[in-house]
């Protein structure tokens, strides 16, 4: 069964950092495409970074220059840095694995909140 489990969330001040963390479990971490989603209130959940297998990474306009995903296929983990946070960063954060069959497996999410 896998499993993704989320940690790092919190609260931080406006300009501060967090780090993400998405454990995995239960699959072939290194054959998964990986990706981190937000979803803050009464928005659909969008595409904040992935990165595909061989470490190609993608960021949402939003928060290129300021967010950096990375991989550590060792660990079976998905890093997502994140700097100059601000308010409308503010969301649940989930990590998404996509198999080499194409199924979706997602984490239960952790919440980051950028305020002073």
């Known amino acids: 069964q896998v499993q993704l489990v989320e940690s790092g969330g919190g609260l931080v001040q406006p300009g501060g950092s967090l780090r993400l963390s998405c454990a995995a479990s239960?699959?072939?971490?290194?054959?998964?495409?990986m990706g981190w989603y937000r979803q803050a209130p009464g928005k659909q959940r969008e595409l904040v970074a992935a990165?595909?297998?061989?470490?190609?990474?993608n960021l949402a306009d939003s928060v290129k220059g300021r967010f950096t995903i990375s991989r550590d296929n060792a660990k079976n983990t998905v890093y997502l840095q994140m700097n100059s946070l601000k308010p409308e960063d503010t969301a649940t954060y989930y990590c998404?694995?996509?198999?080499?069959?194409?199924?979706?497996?997602w984490g239960q999410g952790t919440q980051v909140t950028v305020s002073s």
């Open positions: 239960g699959t072939r971490f290194s054959s998964n495409a």
């Open positions: 990165i595909t297998r061989g470490g190609n990474t």
């Open positions: 998404n694995a996509i198999s080499l069959t194409g199924r979706n497996y």
